[in-house]
């Protein structure tokens, strides 16, 4: 691709650190324009400034908040004024808002934010970017998780939202069928400390027994997970795909434990 308005271009939420920073560099690296976008103005503007200059050029960050319409909507349409096209939605954003106590002690209010960020997010950002999409027969790759199908206690609201992602990207997909592919990841445990901002980031460590729980032997890396995104962006490698759940976890889900 030597035009640069032949190079595909992708919007990321979630992008300022973590698994989000991670696809998105990933995406840069294979030659796509990316807009990061992020509610953390900080460590979008240090993810951005850590580019190197060649891929500053097909980078643009955008603050804002995934669950404010009016905001996902300005973003949307500064990448398409930046960039003059959008060919992928990465639904990345979203927060976990594990509470102490039984559900009688989760307020309303904490709850209403999970689910506005994490499900509500990743609808707004189809709704205003699938005009954009439809032309180029483009995808939307959402961001679950295994939480969809498992839980721990006390994890209410992220469960029910990333179990809502999951029927959200079949409904997308048969509604815009022959128009844009829409599927989805359910990552398990991504060690995302090493892509925290520089006053959060921390050093991975794992365990024997945290390795041993997957069955490759170790704990997931972004670059797993932004692998999956990239093969599912391209139609010319899954273009038969279309409102799947693709669940990428190192096996964990899949073996038994047992309490002593």
Same mark, same amino acid.
């Given at each position: ?57 097909? !980078?643009?960050?955008?603050? *804002? %908040? =995934?669950?404010?319409? /009016?905001?996902?909507?300005?973003? @949307? ?95 997308? !997909?048969?509604?815009?069928? *022959? %128009? =844009?592919?829409?599927? /989805?990841?359910?990552?398990?445990? @991504? ?70």
């Amino acid at each position: 691709m030597n035009n640069a308005s032949d190079q595909p271009v992708a919007f990321v939420t979630g992008a300022a650190q973590g698994l989000g920073l991670g696809i998105s560099k990933h995406l840069l690296d294979a030659g796509w324009r990316v807009t990061l976008f992020d509610q953390d103005a900080d460590a979008g503007q240090e993810a951005f400034d850590d580019l190197s200059p060649a891929r500053q050029d097909r !980078a643009l960050f955008i603050a *804002g %908040d =995934v669950a404010n319409e /009016a905001d996902v909507k300005l973003a @949307i349409q500064q990448t398409v004024d930046r960039f003059g096209r959008i060919d992928g939605l990465v639904n990345n954003a979203g927060i976990a808002d594990p509470h102490s106590g039984s559900i009688e002690d989760l307020e309303w209010d904490r709850w209403q934010r999970v689910i506005n960020v994490n499900l509500g997010g990743a609808f707004l950002a189809a709704k205003h970017a699938v005009q954009h999409l439809r032309p180029v027969k483009g995808a939307i790759v959402n961001i679950a998780s295994t939480r969809a199908f498992q839980s721990e206690a006390n994890t209410e609201s992220y469960a029910a939202s990333k179990g809502g992602i999951v029927a959200l990207t079949h409904a997308l !997909a048969v509604s815009l069928g *022959g %128009d =844009v592919r829409v599927n /989805a990841i359910a990552p398990g445990w @991504i060690e995302v400390g090493d892509w925290q901002k520089s006053d959060k980031r921390t050093t991975p460590s794992h365990s024997d027994i945290d390795k041993s729980q997957h069955p490759v032997g170790r704990v997931g890396t972004p670059e797993d997970i932004a692998q999956a995104v990239s093969f599912l962006l391209d139609s010319t490698k899954s273009g038969f795909m279309t409102g799947e759940t693709i669940r990428i976890d190192g096996g964990m889900t899949h073996k038994m434990i047992y309490a002593d």
